[in-house]
């Protein structure tokens, strides 16, 4: 059974920058796809960033050029690199992983989610 861990969150001012890992136990293959997601106090979970097969990666427009997702096939583990952060990031930021998916085009649909992390906060303020 696939699990997944998330670490790094914290609090920053606005203009700083977190890294997010998500590591990846319970799957032998290097080939999965892991969609990070976040939700704001009421407000709706959406997908800001995507990493698939080939590490081809989908970006939200809103974060496009500030974070940046990337992978260690050996420590199973992908991360996202978050920069000029604002505010508006202030979220529980989740991982998410899927077997399902290879060619990121966009954010996948959250059906094809097989393992979710906990989850770690991330708080902006300026």
């Known amino acids: 059974q696939v699990q997944l861990v998330e670490s790094g969150g914290g609090s920053v001012q606005a203009g700083g920058s977190v890294r997010l890992s998500c590591a990846v136990s319970?799957?032998?293959?290097?080939?999965?796809?892991i969609t990070w997601f976040r939700q704001a106090p009421g407000k709706e979970r959406e997908g800001v960033a995507a990493?698939?097969?080939?590490?081809?990666?989908f970006y939200l427009g809103s974060v496009k050029g500030r974070f940046s997702v990337s992978r260690d096939n050996a420590k199973y583990t992908v991360y996202l690199d978050m920069s000029n952060l604002q505010p508006e990031d202030t979220a529980m930021y989740f991982c998410?992983?899927?077997?399902?998916?290879?060619?990121?085009?966009?954010?996948?649909?959250?059906?094809?989610?097989?393992?979710w992390g906990q989850g770690t906060q991330v708080t902006v303020s300026s």
């Open positions: 319970g799957y032998r293959w290097r080939s999965y796809c």
């Open positions: 990493i698939g097969g080939y590490d081809s990666t």
């Open positions: 998410a992983f899927s077997s399902r998916v290879m060619n990121i085009q966009n954010i996948p649909p959250v059906v094809l989610f097989e393992a």
